[in-house]
């Protein structure tokens, strides 16, 4: 696999970029592999680059039911920050953020992630407070992050609405630099890539339809393309954990909703960074193409239909324009949904499982883009050595029996 | 966009109403002897099934009462509504 460089711009130029080789290969499974990852999204691919760069197992497939980035790697509106709330969290999503800071240099793959910042609106009393604790915690955890008042909002964002008199004034905003936006499908792409570089068979169009066990160990999967063995399994499945897991025999604390996002036509800049409302309960940005990325909350009816509800794309469009007035009459281009798998915390389920070999990676909800790279470096420690990394040790299955919940319910000041 | 049927109300527009989750569970009896697993089991772990999924609705701007849908979570089609405590209709599995 060739490093792409400028050098290698200039050389594909000369025979009009006919020539480039192709960026990862479509391979046959083979019948055994060392380490098996059911879930060909950026979080999936995330753990078999990690798996094969920093434990040095290479002998790895990657299985995909559909095309790698198809589901919630391609739906999502691209925010990374790592603001949140508790300390476990905030380690955790934080580790991701400074993977993001130099991954496009360590894949040789532009992700095109953009620090532009985040602002996360607060509209009453409550909020200020409440974004005023939030500041300090990330400051105590060494994460970067501010509280401004509306004249600093006014001026970054020219086009929010900030008069006293409106609907949901706006009191200040938590304000996080370094966070932004990354392109999603290169994120996918970038990792499948520095996978396959290693070794790594990434296998399209395989779906898996049972864990093969024997005396509660994994030995493998039977897939649409046959059985494929190996003693270790990862899911990395996002909204069908919860399908996962009924083939091998245990229950999720999962719900699986419909969350759905929109893209406007393309506009002159107008919106140089990320705006999210707690209160009035969206989020905007704009893509370096022009057009505004828009998504709010989750349907509140379970679904795996990859598709939302029309009353949640008013919902959504209501909040953007009480936000930004100005936009009332941009119009719509592309309107999509995701199935994003909720847990009763908010916060992932990064783990053992009462399957020996079997781990999961599941429950990102919301939330789990600004997370690949860190959830992917977390994970492949995890499948690697049996046991979990210090970052996942407090996000694993059994909290749900002891107790101990990281509610990040709100308490991340988004819209989860 | 769903259209629910109250079975007090009738048709009624998915605006209407709000969702309480998985039907037909129990709250388990004799709670102080429950272990730390039956609690989970309770409180957290759902079936979250792909396919046909019994669940509570509230009609929550209208008669304000908890009733019960069958419904399928891929296709979203409605198989019928009926009252808390009764049992309910099967639908076809497509």
Redesign the interface.
């Given at each position: 696999m060739s490093k792409y460089s400028i050098f290698s711009l200039a050389r594909n130029a000369m025979s009009f970029h006919q020539n480039w080789e192709k960026v990862w290969r479509s391979p046959e499974p083979k019948k055994q592999y060392d380490v098996i990852i059911v879930g060909g999204g950026g979080h999936g691919l995330a753990t078999a680059y990690y798996l094969a760069k920093e434990h040095g197992i290479k002998n790895i497939a990657v299985l995909e039911k559909g095309w790698i980035g198809g589901g919630n790697t391609g739906r999502n509106t691209t925010i990374v920050r790592s603001n949140y709330l508790w300390d476990e969290s905030a380690h955790l999503y934080e580790k991701a953020m400074k993977l993001w800071e130099g991954l496009s240099q360590d894949l040789n793959y532009n992700v095109m992630f953009s620090q532009r910042g985040v602002y996360n609106l607060g509209h009453n009393l409550q909020d200020m407070r409440d974004i005023e604790r939030r500041v300090n915690a990330n400051r105590l955890n060494g994460i970067d992050g501010y509280v401004v008042g509306p004249e600093e909002i006014k001026r970054a964002i020219p086009a929010l609405n900030v008069d006293a008199g409106c609907r949901y004034p706006v009191l200040g905003a938590s304000f996080q630099p370094r966070a932004g936006v990354a392109r999603h499908d290169a994120v996918a792409w970038g990792f499948a890539r520095g996978a396959d570089q290693y070794g790594v068979d990434i296998i399209q169009n395989c779906e898996v339809t049972a864990i093969r066990q024997e005396n509660g160990e994994v030995t493998g999967v039977e897939t649409s393309k046959g059985t494929i063995l190996a003693n270790k399994v990862g899911v990395v499945v996002a909204g069908?954990c919860?399908?996962l897991a009924d083939m091998a025999g245990f229950?999720?604390?999962?719900?699986?909703h419909p969350l759905q996002a929109l893209v406007s036509e393309p506009i002159k800049p107008v919106l140089d960074t990320v705006v999210m409302s707690n209160a009035v309960h969206g989020y905007v940005s704009q893509s370096d193409k022009g057009d505004l990325v828009i998504g709010a909350g989750i349907d509140?009816?379970?679904?795996?239909?990859q598709r939302g509800?029309?009353?949640g794309i008013e919902h959504t469009v209501a909040a953007i324009i009480e936000m930004f007035p100005i936009f009332s009459r941009v119009r719509m281009n592309r309107q999509w949904g995701g199935i994003v798998d909720t847990t009763?915390d908010a916060c992932p389920i990064i783990g053992n499982t009462p399957v020996k070999g079997l781990y999961f990676n599941c429950g990102w909800g919301t939330g789990g883009f600004k997370a690949t790279p860190g959830s992917g470096w977390v994970f492949a420690h995890n499948v690697a050595t049996g046991a979990p990394h210090e970052l996942n040790a407090a996000f694993g299955l059994d909290r749900?029996?002891?107790?101990f919940l990281i509610d990040e319910h709100g308490a991340a000041g988004v819209a989860h | 966009m769903l259209l629910i049927e109250c079975p007090w109300c009738g048709e009624r527009d998915e605006s209407e109403f709000s969702y309480a989750g998985e039907a037909h569970i129990a709250r388990p009896l004799e709670t102080e002897k429950l272990s730390d697993e039956e609690w989970a089991n309770y409180l957290f772990l759902r079936k979250n099934t792909k396919g046909l999924h019994r669940e509570q609705w509230n009609h929550a701007a209208g008669c304000r009462r908890y009733f019960n849908v069958e419904r399928n979570t891929v296709s979203y089609k409605i198989s019928g509504s009926y009252k808390i405590g009764e049992q309910g209709p099967v639908g076809d599995e497509t």
């Open positions: 069908h919860s399908v229950r999720l604390p999962i719900e699986s509140s009816y379970t679904g795996y239909g509800s029309f009353s009763p749900f029996t002891s107790g | -």
